[in-house]
């Protein structure tokens, strides 16, 4: 199935780009696609252990299943105020 | 109509967010609607700094993921309500370059006492820090950083109880 995955502030320096799409093989979850990610720019891995996650739009953890279509975003720490 | 909560790049309106809040959009009830029955109004605006850790900052770059940053402020707004139930809160925060002095978030909070209105208007700005997906981007003489705080997460009950603790204070 085909998903978006978007990136913000410091993760989207690192991957280069804001938004890309990925096929993935189901049944997939937000970490079956974050760790194909790793795998493909390991300097993303410094955050797995801070970061959020969202799917369309709503926080959803690591073990969320994704469906066709779902955006799928990865968010460092926030700094808004 | 101006919404209670908002993520933009026009510079912000406290005068006419107070409005909103004070007609309300989403009356607590009757008397709240026609503005009546507010005694108090608290507002807090956040400011670009000219300084931050020793260095000379020169302007910050806000990034919001805005359909959850929306999603996230309402839900402050919701729970504000729900702790005090007689404030009524409206935020808006700024996104793309702002210069130092510029605001980058306004949070109004109308109750009918003080404290309340004080107290929501506290509380909503630190679950800012701790939930909205916004970040910043600090530009200072000899480079940039993203600046990184919490890691998001809306159900971290500690984090809440934190923010409310501070609110009470």
Redesign the interface.
């Known amino acids: 199935m085909r998903v978006t995955v978007r990136f913000f502030a410091r993760l989207r320096d690192l991957a280069g780009t804001g938004e890309l799409v990925r096929d993935v093989a189901g049944p997939a979850t937000v970490q079956t696609v974050w760790t194909s990610l790793v795998s493909e720019m390991p300097s993303l891995g410094e955050y797995e252990k801070a970061m959020s996650v969202a799917v369309n739009a709503e926080y959803a953890r690591m073990a969320a299943p994704l469906r066709e279509g779902d955006e799928v975003a990865f968010l460092p720490p926030v700094s808004g105020g | 109509m101006v919404p209670l909560v908002a993520v933009g790049s026009a510079p912000l309106d406290l005068a006419a967010l107070t409005t909103a809040v004070l007609t309300g959009s989403v009356p607590a009830d009757a008397a709240a609607a026609q503005g009546t029955g507010d005694g108090a109004i608290a507002s807090f605006a956040?400011l670009v700094r000219d300084h931050n850790l020793g260095r000379r900052v020169r302007f910050l770059e806000?990034?919001?993921?805005e359909?959850?940053?929306i999603?996230?402020m309402e839900r402050i707004v919701e729970e504000a309500r729900a702790a005090w139930p007689s404030a009524r809160i409206g935020l808006h925060?700024r996104t793309g370059r702002l210069e130092i002095g510029e605001a980058?978030?306004i949070i109004v909070a109308a109750s009918a006492h003080r404290g309340d209105a004080f107290a929501a208007c506290r509380y909503a700005?630190e679950r800012?820090?701790?939930?909205?997906?916004?970040?910043?981007?600090e530009h200072f003489e000899g480079g940039d950083v993203?600046?990184?705080?919490?890691?998001?997460?809306?159900?971290d009950t500690a984090a809440r109880q934190k923010a409310y603790k501070i609110a009470c204070a």
Do not use: M, N, T
């Open positions: 956040g806000y990034e919001a993921y359909p959850l940053a999603r996230a925060h980058s978030i700005i800012v820090k701790q939930i909205v997906p916004i970040w910043k981007r993203w600046l990184e705080g919490a890691v998001a997460d809306p159900d």
